[in-house]
């Protein structure tokens, strides 16, 4: 990637234009992708492992170039702004060790509109111990959009703020208190039940449901699974994370029951069907298929069936990415919208053979 430094020229480092370029907009472009695909249902990790490869090796390529990397990260987020060019621009100031360039990092996430994912992303790629001064300022910061950068960058590493956390669950700001109580379930900090439980009565759905998750997350499951079930009924954003929380606090009998309610409306019946993925019931797969020829039950089936039967990721024509292969009606259901969805006799005549 680094020219020759002709003998006698000062101590200088001399790069390849293009190639530093085409380094930063694969690392743009890779972690975008990386964050697409960890929003599957399941993720393929395998694949992810792969594109990460991938985007670390275009990272020490624009590592390697140090500082005159800069013109082409600047360059990459003004042509394309997006979530990829965001992580780029912060794993670089970060990298750096650029506090001017930090700031417009921060400014930029604020108004990307997309809970700043790119440069959470750019945090967490970074090791704890680096980014550790930032976050310790952002936490105690007066300023709401740093205090959830803080917090969010402790919930990507799962490293415990301590006392400071007590007062982060009680913050004014919804984003902060949600993901601090998201946090708070994650490390298990029991001393944080009550107010945890005081979250439940919150006026915001997200401070609710994040409240209930960690009180679940801490076996707390009585409490919990009122307002769990509340949000899986209203099929929000958070639904999917309920209904596990749900799952995973059991008695199955009465998680079997609940879903059976889900199936008899068209609104929450896809959330039944990809529910019974999470129940590591291997006996569902002949009704899995069944659901599998319903296009608005489809994908939420393909996605019960990774997670029942994980070794049919590598089973090939299992999916396709043209529904319209498959008939009419999943034609009409899913437009021109490339989406990944099982194929029902193929799946049972590998199905035949696994049994």
Same mark, same amino acid.
């Given at each position: 990637?680094?020219?020759?430094?002709?003998e006698g020229?000062?101590?200088?480092?001399q790069i390849?234009?293009?190639?530093v370029?085409q380094?930063?907009e694969?690392?743009a472009?890779f972690?975008?992708?990386r964050d697409t695909l960890?929003?599957d249902?399941?993720?393929?990790?395998h694949?992810v492992a792969?594109?990460?490869?991938?985007l670390?090796a275009n990272?020490?390529g624009?590592?390697?170039?140090?500082?005159?990397?800069?013109?082409?990260v600047v360059?990459?987020y003004e042509?394309?702004p997006?979530?990829?060019?965001l992580?780029l621009?912060?794993?670089?100031?970060?990298?750096?060790?650029d506090?001017?360039?930090?700031a417009?990092?921060?400014?930029?996430a604020?108004t990307s509109g997309?809970?700043?994912?790119?440069l959470?992303?750019?945090?967490?790629w970074h090791?704890?111990?680096t980014?550790?001064?930032l976050?310790?300022?952002w936490?105690?910061?007066p300023?709401?959009?740093?205090r959830?950068l803080g917090?969010?960058a402790c919930?990507?590493?799962?490293v415990?703020?301590k006392?400071?956390?007590?007062?982060l669950?009680r913050?004014p700001? =919804?984003?902060?208190?949600?993901?601090?109580?998201r946090?708070?379930?994650?490390l298990?900090r029991?001393?944080? =039940?009550?107010e945890?439980?005081e979250?439940l009565?919150?006026?915001?759905e997200?401070?609710?449901?994040?409240?209930?998750?960690?009180l679940n997350e801490?076996?707390s499951?009585?409490?919990a699974q009122?307002?769990l079930?509340?949000?899986?009924l209203?099929?929000?954003?958070?639904a999917?994370?309920a209904l596990?929380?749900? =799952?995973?606090a059991?008695?199955?009998?009465e998680?079997?029951?609940?879903m059976?309610g889900l199936?008899?409306?068209p609104?929450?019946?896809?959330?039944?069907v990809r529910?019974?993925?999470m129940?590591?019931?291997?006996?569902?797969l002949h009704?899995l298929?069944?659901?599998?020829?319903t296009p608005?039950?489809a994908?939420?089936a393909?996605g019960?069936?990774?997670?029942?039967?994980?070794?049919?990721?590598?089973?090939?024509?299992?999916?396709t990415?043209?529904?319209?292969e498959?008939?009419?009606a999943?034609e009409?259901?899913?437009?021109?919208?490339g989406?990944?969805v099982p194929?029902?006799?193929?799946v049972?005549?590998w199905?035949?053979?696994l049994?």
């Amino acid at each position: 990637m680094l020219a020759q430094k002709p003998e006698g020229a000062p101590e200088q480092r001399q790069i390849v234009p293009d190639v530093v370029r085409q380094h930063a907009e694969q690392a743009a472009f890779f972690w975008a992708q990386r964050d697409t695909l960890m929003e599957d249902d399941p993720p393929d990790l395998h694949v992810v492992a792969g594109i990460d490869r991938r985007l670390e090796a275009n990272l020490d390529g624009l590592r390697i170039a140090g500082p005159a990397a800069w013109p082409f990260v600047v360059a990459a987020y003004e042509d394309f702004p997006e979530k990829g060019e965001l992580f780029l621009y912060g794993w670089m100031a970060i990298e750096q060790g650029d506090g001017s360039r930090i700031a417009e990092a921060v400014e930029m996430a604020r108004t990307s509109g997309d809970d700043a994912y790119g440069l959470i992303g750019a945090l967490a790629w970074h090791k704890a111990k680096t980014i550790a001064p930032l976050v310790r300022d952002w936490i105690g910061s007066p300023d709401a959009f740093k205090r959830f950068l803080g917090v969010s960058a402790c919930l990507e590493h799962r490293v415990d703020p301590k006392q400071m956390l007590g007062r982060l669950v009680r913050d004014p700001d =919804v984003r902060v208190r949600a993901t601090s109580l998201r946090l708070a379930g994650t490390l298990r900090r029991a001393d944080l =039940v009550q107010e945890m439980s005081e979250a439940l009565e919150a006026d915001h759905e997200r401070v609710r449901i994040w409240s209930a998750w960690s009180l679940n997350e801490l076996g707390s499951g009585d409490l919990a699974q009122p307002e769990l079930k509340r949000q899986v009924l209203a099929n929000g954003p958070d639904a999917f994370a309920a209904l596990r929380a749900l =799952v995973k606090a059991g008695p199955e009998a009465e998680v079997r029951a609940f879903m059976g309610g889900l199936l008899k409306s068209p609104e929450t019946a896809p959330l039944a069907v990809r529910g019974a993925g999470m129940l590591g019931d291997r006996t569902i797969l002949h009704w899995l298929m069944h659901q599998m020829r319903t296009p608005a039950l489809a994908v939420a089936a393909g996605g019960a069936l990774l997670e029942t039967f994980p070794e049919a990721r590598s089973v090939d024509g299992l999916f396709t990415l043209d529904p319209a292969e498959l008939g009419p009606a999943f034609e009409e259901h899913f437009g021109d919208f490339g989406v990944k969805v099982p194929v029902a006799e193929k799946v049972k005549g590998w199905g035949s053979i696994l049994s």
